[in-house]
């Protein structure tokens, strides 16, 4: 499935930003869909991730240093998933991207910079 993230930028601490990221070329509904991040010097980190599940079997699993603030989601029928991120804090600065997965499988997008500084 092909990638394309969006709503990067720059914000103030305490501010909030959106992520999108839609997917084409396979049914997105097949895969699990995530989060990550890497900031400059740092392996890339899980920042949170939703389950393919429906109404009850959905699961979502955020990193400990976001939970709280950040809400993941996925709009199936627009192929979007999204991460609502409140009250950002400086070291949520990296790059951000989408990955969706099943099985071994998994596809990336290229990312998109989120900076938050004053």
């Known amino acids: 499935v092909q990638l394309v993230e969006s709503g990067g930028g720059l914000v103030q601490p305490g501010g909030s930003l959106r992520l999108s990221c839609a997917g084409s070329?396979?049914?997105?509904?097949?895969?699990?869909l995530a989060w990550y991040r890497q900031a400059p010097g740092n392996q890339r980190e899980l920042v949170a991730e939703?389950?393919?599940?429906?109404?009850?079997?959905?699961?979502?699993t955020y990193a400990e240093s976001v939970k709280g603030r950040f809400t993941i989601s996925r709009e199936e029928s627009n192929d979007i998933v999204s991460l609502q991120m409140n009250d950002l804090k400086p070291e949520d600065t990296a790059v951000y991207y989408c990955?969706?997965?099943?099985?071994?499988?998994?596809?990336w997008g290229q990312g998109t910079q989120v900076t938050v500084a004053s």
């Open positions: 990955n969706a997965h099943v099985g071994e499988i998994h596809d």
């Open positions: 070329g396979r049914v997105f509904s097949f895969y699990n």
């Open positions: 939703i389950n393919t599940g429906v109404g009850s079997r959905q699961t979502k």
